[in-house]
């Protein structure tokens, strides 16, 4: 099915932080189900390139039937390998412009910036989207850059030229305050990942949404 | 200038066992100057994609005019990245089908192989040479497969159907045993990397395996 690059709801599935690739699989088919919009695959712990490759091989057939694209975090190869739609990349990744290259002009390429000086930079021709973060304190990501919190956000927002997303610490207890800032969407791990009723979950974060932008 | 494979003497770098970028680059230009006929990046430990890529950069740049090819191991993205000579994978990595279209018929594709299964699964339509080890004990691989001993690397050189370089563990100390076997060559890391004399650690080996050849 066609796909579609709608930054609303964005699940990044975490092997660890999932349930493995059985957790990883049956998240996605029930976030998606009800509502989820965009899914990327992430490991901060190393993974056997063959595992990733599984991985990837398993959320592309999940979403094979819907308009929700598949992007594959940081491993081109990986995405190139399974033809996945996109990409995302951080900032000690290969540079975007080689991404770009590799993955081609059609598939989805994401960039993730952590401050002023890394948004200035964005080479906006090359990428369809960034992902802003951390903005509130994560235990998903080991290496994460400084927390931004809300403001720095704003002002993020502010001077970007092209669609975002928010990401790290993300739950539905912040959430409003991370959509009044006029970003596009939210991504989420925790908030998804791991909770007991994963609809429930999905449909308490997509209502919050619709809420929010509807006073904002 | 045109690559050759020769898999004589194949020099594995790693960024820790090799004194960081500074070191590898060191290293190669004296080690290539020698005589070593093929040279491949590796790291054992977690790298940044960017770093892999400035260091493949790098090593391209020292290779550039010469005959001796540059080999990425396990980071396809990498190699097209760069443009390098190849790939080396794993038994864990990409399936070696999926690496020969990703990286193009021209190049590279060299395959590890730990044991009599994995020799004759090899589909040497797909690759162009082997890498059977670990032969001796080794400490540069973490994840290191069953020692196998000159014996049974014996026992795969006479079932394999390609070229094929020993790698494990092997120096000046024990290197004619294992060309004794008939194998087309030795792969080394610890007995040219870190070796206070470059030169004179890189000679002697292709001296060993000058006689070495001329007896058996």
Known sequence: MQKRLDLTLYLVLDPVLCGGLTGMIETTRMAVANGVTAV??????PLERSEW???ALALKE????????????????????????????????????IVRQLIGSERIVGLSV?????????PWSQVDYVGIGPIFPTTSKGD???????????SLVQVKQGPAVAIG????????QVLQTGIEGVAVISAICGQANIQQ????LLQQIKQARMQF
């Open 62 to 97: 999940v979403l094979a039937d819907t308009t929700v694209p598949l992007l594959i975090n940081d491993q081109v190869d990986v995405a190139l390998a399974v033809q996945a739609d996109g990409v995302h990349v951080g900032q000690s990744d290969l540079p975007v412009k």
């Open 40 to 45: 990327q695959l992430r490991s901060e712990h």
């Open 53 to 55: 490759y599984n991985a």
């Open 169 to 176: 610490g993300i739950n539905s207890s912040n959430i409003v």
């Open 144 to 154: 994460a850059a400084p927390v931004l919190g809300v403001e720095h956000l704003q």
């Open 114 to 122: 952590s401050n002023t000086a890394q948004m200035q930079a964005v």
């Open 201 to 204: 979950a999905t449909l308490q």
